[in-house]
């Protein structure tokens, strides 16, 4: 069963959208566990995303996308 790598929705206050910035692993890796997988940027800060599983990461969203909190950006399978 895959798991979902979400934007948090707790990371910053302001009601915004972020920018996938980077991801820091290939489509197809293999990932492990709270490895640091990508980063995000608000109009303000720039943040780490870890993953939420061990697994093969599916890359959904490209680097530039704009995306909002809670968004699906990929998964572990």
Same mark, same amino acid.
């Given at each position: 069963?895959? #798991?979902? =790598?979400?934007?948090?929705?707790? $990371?910053?206050?302001?009601?915004?959208?972020?920018?996938?910035? *980077?991801?820091?692993?290939?489509?197809? +890796?293999?990932?492990? !566990?709270? !490895?640091?997988?990508?980063?995000?940027?608000? +109009?303000?800060?720039?943040?780490? $995303?870890? !993953?939420?599983?061990?697994? #093969?990461?599916? =890359?959904?969203?490209?680097?530039?996308?704009?995306?909002?909190?809670? !968004?699906? =950006?990929? *998964?572990?399978?």
């Amino acid at each position: 069963m895959a #798991t979902d =790598i979400v934007i948090p929705n707790d $990371l910053w206050d302001e009601d915004e959208q972020t920018v996938l910035t *980077t991801w820091l692993v290939s489509d197809g +890796a293999s990932v492990e !566990a709270e !490895a640091l997988i990508a980063e995000i940027m608000t +109009a303000k800060v720039q943040y780490e $995303l870890y !993953a939420p599983a061990t697994g #093969t990461l599916r =890359i959904k969203e490209k680097v530039d996308a704009v995306v909002s909190k809670g !968004a699906v =950006i990929g *998964t572990i399978e």
